[in-house]
């Protein structure tokens, strides 16, 4: 009898994925693929690319010792096709078959690719997210508005985490409110587990740097889990050193510590070397142990069973053209200084240097520093997205284009967020250290001098106040607006039109 092809994609590395479960060992064969379409698509983090490649490597090893028959392709493969549906085709040319088992892919573009393929594909749900497709699109249906906190009470009743009876443990379904603590001073951690790479990851990186060292981002040193066994390694880690303090200071950004109390973990679950029942579980039994207040182990599973699967859901259920929504209109390009270009506020600079060093940075570090800047500015929300998508290591259009798109640049309208996440330098200078040593005052209001958060919050405002002066979240704001001297208001405008005036003319700002 003749087998079948089994894809298995890159950020698909599980032991336990359906199409695998649904494969015989015996007689079908596990087809895997580095190829220039996924690397090329946007110009990816150089630490991104070699993460995956290597993180496949190595699954690809495991499969073969568990007796499976795997068709591996490499990136510098003289025969390889350059595509996924290629190489498919060349695989099943070879054995004689056209018929596929997959995993269904966590990016529109693939799932089209595979669905428009001269091939028999017959593919699986993703059961390694904890809310299928179907029953988060009968959660959704009817409603007028898709609120995160809604959902994830849901997903906290129909996982039983954190839950006491029928009600959430300690009274509250969460403690937000306890996790926007300033950063602490002086504070003595353990920072995330890193790892040294084996021959497998060295030989990886020699090709990376060789075909992707031009792509922004730096390549060296290299220290993230590449298989199941080290990503475990670095859950524990996390859940014994750092988790304790994760909750009360998950906002906080500091100069001089890039990784504070984060666990780091988002890139091992997005490949599938982690599952997040598993990853949830263990943060729940710090807590029930008495080893991790309630706060942080509230706050992290939230991002997990709340934010990270509403956020799939929100993704499949608006369809393949959500990238390209732009409510606000806003359609200036995306600052030479998110790649590195020079500029003399701090927050964007540590923030972008950090993301090129570590291709990492916190949630508040991505929503309210470079985020806020670029809704400020009015980018392109599709350049944005497209520059979230290249850089960070743990970026899989399924997660990041409704962080990006909804929630970040309120390009969808207001389907993920009720209000646009906007600040003035205040907030930035409330949860970090970065206004002390920028070259802006966060205390001057307008001026040459002041703060650009200052001028071009009030200056978003002005200009979307069609839009927003009915909002019920951001009246307070159009009040003290409304209070502002006639002066002062035309400083601030004229200040920050003089400020877009030199980002568009491409000048140091």
């Not at 015989?24 to 580095?34: G, N």
């Not at 946007?42 to 495991?62: C, G, N, T, W, Y």
């Not at 029953?135 to 009743?157: D, I, N, Q, V």
């Not at 004229?494 to 568009?504: H, M, V």
Request: glycine share 8%; hydrophobic share 40%; aromatic share 10%.
């Amino acid at each position: 009898m003749v087998g079948r092809l089994v894809l298995v994609l890159g950020d698909q590395l599980s032991e336990g994925l359906s199409a695998l479960r649904a494969a015989d060992p015996d007689r079908d064969t596990v087809v895997m693929a580095e190829v220039l379409e996924e690397t090329h698509y946007v110009p990816h983090h150089p630490k991104k690319i070699a993460l995956v490649l290597s993180a496949m490597r190595h699954f690809a090893a495991e499969l073969r010792a568990a007796g499976w028959d795997v068709a591996y392709t490499r990136l510098d493969d003289p025969d390889s096709t350059r595509s996924i549906v290629g190489e498919l085709m060349r695989r099943g040319q070879a054995r004689g078959t056209s018929v596929v088992i997959a995993t269904r892919p966590g990016e529109w573009r693939l799932v089209e690719a595979l669905e428009n393929a001269p091939l028999t594909v017959r593919l699986h749900p993703d059961d390694r997210f904890l809310c299928d497709l179907d029953t988060f699109e009968s959660w959704a249906a009817g409603r007028k508005e898709l609120r995160m906190e809604y959902f994830y009470r849901e997903m906290r009743r129909n996982t039983g985490l954190l839950m006491e009876g029928d009600g959430p443990a300690g009274g509250k379904w969460n403690y937000d409110h306890d996790n926007r603590e300033p950063p602490p001073r002086g504070a003595d951690h353990s920072a995330p587990m890193h790892f040294t790479p084996d021959a497998v990851t060295e030989e990886v990186l020699e090709l990376v740097d060789a075909r992707f060292g031009e792509n922004f981002g730096r390549l060296r040193p290299f220290r993230f889990a590449v298989t199941r066994a080290q990503a475990l390694r670095a859950l524990d880690h996390f859940a014994r050193h750092l988790l304790p303090n994760f909750g009360t200071y998950q906002d906080a950004m500091l100069s001089d510590d890039r990784f504070l109390y984060h666990s780091l973990l988002s890139p091992y679950l997005n490949l599938g070397l982690l599952g997040p029942m598993e990853i949830c579980t263990r943060v729940e039994a710090e807590w029930r142990a008495g080893n991790a207040p309630l706060n942080a182990a509230e706050g992290y599973i939230r991002q997990i069973i709340g934010w990270r699967e509403f956020m799939r859901g929100i993704y499949f259920r608006e369809g393949p053209e959500y990238t390209a929504r732009n409510a606000l209109g806003h359609a200036r390009d995306l600052p030479w200084l998110y790649w590195g270009g020079q500029t003399a506020m701090n927050c964007l600079s540590h923030a972008v240097a950090q993301t090129g060093e570590e291709a990492y940075a916190h949630h508040i570090q991505r929503l309210m520093v470079t985020g806020n800047f670029a809704l400020l500015a009015g980018v392109d929300p599709h350049q944005v997205h497209e520059w979230y998508l290249s850089v960070y290591a743990d970026a899989y259009e399924w997660v990041e284009a409704p962080n990006v798109i909804g929630m970040s640049q309120f390009a969808d309208g207001g389907i993920v967020a009720t209000k646009p996440y906007v600040s003035s330098g205040n907030y930035i200078a409330k949860m970090s250290d970065y206004c002390a040593g920028c070259a802006y005052s966060v205390k001057q209001k307008t001026g040459a001098g002041a703060c650009p958060f200052n001028l071009l919050y009030w200056d978003f405002m002005h200009r979307h106040r069609a839009r927003f002066a009915r909002n019920p979240r951001m009246a307070q704001m159009y009040a003290t607006w409304d209070r502002m001297t006639p002066e002062r208001r035309a400083a601030v405008l004229e200040g920050a039109a003089a400020f877009l005036a030199r980002l568009d003319a491409g000048e140091p700002v």
